[in-house]
Structure formats: structure tokens, C-alpha cells
């Protein structure tokens, strides 16, 4: 059973709009959250993440949001570029003990940034 | 920058092989990880390390086992290659603290044939 789940295999947006994308969570233990994002033939690389006393973090372009009690966040992009084309992961993991670093990702996200 | 080194891009082997996939990280992190990536699947974890010769199960470890004799180095083994094991294979390596992000390989793209 997946305890992360991203439900929007894709997404299709216009150059210069917001992307927005979505994630599920069923842990409750879960209290540190993270975007990767992945092109083609390259591993995934760190975007934002965001910790559980937080329900909102930015950076640039980039935004995430926490619902606690929803078990919901989300990426918001704006504006949204031709380069940010890619798979985005949603992750998350628990605190304590080796638990506290390791990510769960979700099933990803295919975003295409159209110009 | 952190560097995160997989020996391989691409293999090929056949059903009933042994396979090592080989990986080496530059920043003297003390955690280590392998994750294979399937569609629609995401990442998921096969085993992690947080020491050298230390290993833990991940979600997915059955048909795999790891090595960690240095610290920077971190193998993962299929002792017999079947066909359910092609796949992506994702090498990550962070600093031993919490909530602590993953730096990851470029990947090795595994066919079992």
C-alpha cells in the first residue's frame, strides 16, 4: 500500500501559467516533506521541501503547501518555464532513528510545459 | 557539489546472472540508499545503510542483498537476475541526521533478458 500517493500521472500547462501539482499522504508519523524533480537519463534532484510545524514554503518560483490534516501537500509553480518539463516526486519521511532519513517518494508526476 | 557515482548507465544480463551494481559518493556521508524506479511506481527503497558493513531492509529487498565494506561505497547484488528485476536503479547518499535530503546518481537502467 502506498503511503504516498501522487494521483495526477500528468500534467499539461501553458508556458508563463501555474503549474500545480498534488500529493497524499497516509503516515501520520510522516513530518518532513520534500519535491524532487527528474529529466530523462539524469537522477532526481532536490527542489524544496517543506517540515511539519510549516504550512507553506518558497522558494523563487517555487511554493509548497502542507495540509496537516488533510495528509495533503502540494508544489505550485509560477510562472511556469519550457525548462521545468520533468517528473516530479513527491517524498516524505518520519523522524526518529534510521527511519528519519529515509524518503518515501510517491508515484511522480509528469509535468510538460508547453510554450 | 556532491558527487554520487554509479559505475554503469545501461546493462544487459541474463536470467540467473549475478549482478553488481556499483556505487561511489565523494562527501563522506554516512547514509546510503538504493531505490529502482518503476512508472507509476516511483522510487521505491530496497536497502539503506547508515555505517559501513550496517544494512537495513528498505520496502522491497527480497531478490537483493548490499555491501558496504567502505564508507563511501555501496554496492547493491542481484544473486540471480530475473526479469521482474529490470528497471532503473537509483543510488542516493545523505549526511546521518534527520530530515537530511538525498543526493542521487544518474542511474543505472538494468535489462534482465
Known amino acids: 500500500d502506498q503511503q504516498v500517493k501522487q494521483n495526477s500521472p500528468s500534467l499539461s500547462v501553458q508556458e508563463g501559467r501555474i503549474s500545480i501539482l498534488n500529493c497524499d499522504y497516509t503516515?501520520?508519523?510522516?513530518?518532513?516533506f520534500l519535491w524532487y524533480k527528474k529529466y530523462p537519463a539524469e537522477g532526481p534532484t532536490f527542489l524544496i521541501s517543506?517540515?511539519?510545524?510549516?504550512d507553506k514554503n518558497e522558494d523563487g518560483r517555487f511554493t509548497v503547501f502542507l495540509n496537516k490534516s488533510a495528509k495533503h501537500l502540494s508544489l505550485h509553480i509560477v510562472p511556469s518555464q519550457p525548462g521545468d518539463s520533468a517528473v516530479y516526486f513527491c517524498a516524505a519521511s518520519a523522524f526518529g532513528g534510521a527511519a528519519g532519513n529515509k524518503l518515501t517518494f510517491g508515484g511522480g508526476t509528469r509535468v510538460l510545459v508547453k510554450p | 557539489d556532491v558527487k554520487v557515482t554509479q559505475s554503469s548507465r545501461y546493462l544487459v544480463k541474463r536470467t540467473g546472472e549475478k549482478v553488481f551494481l556499483e556505487c561511489v559518493q565523494d562527501?563522506?556521508?554516512?547514509?546510503m540508499f538504493w531505490y529502482r524506479q518503476d512508472p507509476g511506481l516511483g522510487l521505491r527503497l530496497i536497502y539503506f545503510s547508515y555505517d559501513v558493513k550496517m544494512k537495513e531492509k528498505g520496502d522491497i529487498p527480497e531478490g537483493y542483498s548490499v555491501s558496504r565494506e567502505k564508507k563511501e561505497r555501496f554496492s547493491l547484488i542481484l544473486e540471480s537476475a530475473s526479469t521482474n528485476q529490470t528497471s532503473m536503479y537509483l543510488c542516493?547518499?545523505?549526511?546521518?541526521?534527520?530530515?537530511?535530503?538525498?543526493?542521487f546518481g544518474s542511474g543505472t537502467q538494468l535489462s534482465v533478458l
Open positions: 542516493a547518499s545523505n549526511l546521518g541526521q534527520a530530515n537530511q535530503k538525498l543526493f
Open positions: 503516515n501520520s508519523m510522516f513530518d518532513y
Open positions: 517543506i517540515s511539519s510545524i510549516k
Open positions: 562527501m563522506d556521508h554516512e547514509n
